[in-house]
């Protein structure tokens, strides 16, 4: 049952990653569908791109949500100068992890916490970068029938088999790795005077 001294809470993103992430804090919350065009803009930067769609997927769910605490992310990985999407297909998650072999990879997770009653935007990237390991074909196509991680910016999941492709990680929040920084959110909600244990 939700507890009415606490503000409504919104997740503007329909990733169950997100939403499973979210769910560890303990709080009551709802999901909207933020319907936000991800394309680059001319010119943007990797974490200029992730956050300006982090604070666009908060406000398309503010006139539905008046009264609530929306939030918004999104997740941008970068191999050198190429953008790494969600992969979609077997072929392109190949490519990409190819590409990503014994590189590094730079992911930048945005974070954006609206009152859509005061209108007070909070927002912050949480970068996160990734070593991975020199990942032969054959270790490719076995990790990829194994997770099937094709919904995931990289091609692999960190939170699961996707860990043995890595060989170290630098940086403050793992779980803005996964998608959403809790860390970081800790600090807004309660900013916002939401207490948590």
């Given at each position: 049952?939700?507890?009415?001294?606490?503000?409504?809470?919104?997740?503007?993103?329909?990733?169950?990653?997100?939403?499973?992430?979210?769910?560890?804090?303990?709080?009551?919350?709802?999901?909207?569908?933020?319907?936000?065009?991800?394309?680059?803009?001319?010119?943007?930067?990797?974490?200029?791109?992730?956050?300006?769609?982090?604070?666009?997927?908060?406000?398309?769910?503010?006139?539905?949500?008046?009264?609530?605490?929306?939030?918004?992310?999104?997740?941008?990985?970068?191999?050198?100068?190429?953008?790494?999407?969600?992969?979609?297909?077997?072929?392109?998650?190949?490519?990409?992890?190819?590409?990503?072999?014994?590189?590094?990879?730079?992911?930048?997770?945005?974070?954006?916490?609206?009152?859509?009653?005061?209108?007070?935007?909070?927002?912050?990237?949480?970068?996160?970068?990734?070593?991975?390991?020199?990942?032969g074909m054959d270790q490719i196509e076995r990790y990829l029938r194994a997770e099937?991680?094709?919904?995931?910016?990289?091609?692999?999941?960190?939170?699961?088999?996707?860990?043995?492709?890595?060989?170290?990680?630098e940086g403050d929040d793992p779980t803005a790795l996964i998608g959403l920084p809790?860390?970081?959110?800790?600090?807004?909600?309660?900013?916002?005077?939401?207490?948590l244990p």
């Amino acid at each position: 049952m939700p507890d009415p001294s606490r503000p409504r809470l919104v997740l503007a993103s329909t990733s169950r990653y997100r939403q499973e992430l979210l769910a560890r804090l303990g709080i009551a919350f709802e999901t909207a569908a933020p319907g936000v065009d991800e394309s680059p803009v001319a010119g943007e930067t990797p974490q200029m791109l992730a956050l300006r769609l982090a604070c666009a997927k908060a406000q398309a769910a503010q006139a539905a949500f008046p009264d609530a605490l929306i939030i918004g992310c999104d997740q941008v990985a970068v191999v050198g100068a190429t953008l790494l999407d969600k992969p979609g297909t077997h072929a392109r998650a190949v490519e990409q992890l190819a590409l990503m072999s014994g590189k590094p990879v730079a992911f930048f997770t945005a974070l954006c916490l609206l009152n859509a009653r005061t209108l007070r935007r909070q927002s912050a990237i949480v970068p996160v970068n990734v070593h991975m390991r020199e990942l032969g074909m054959d270790q490719i196509e076995r990790y990829l029938r194994a997770e099937r991680p094709y919904d995931c910016a990289g091609s692999a999941r960190i939170e699961g088999l996707g860990i043995a492709l890595v060989a170290r990680l630098e940086g403050d929040d793992p779980t803005a790795l996964i998608g959403l920084p809790l860390i970081r959110l800790c600090d807004m909600l309660k900013s916002e005077g939401v207490e948590l244990p």
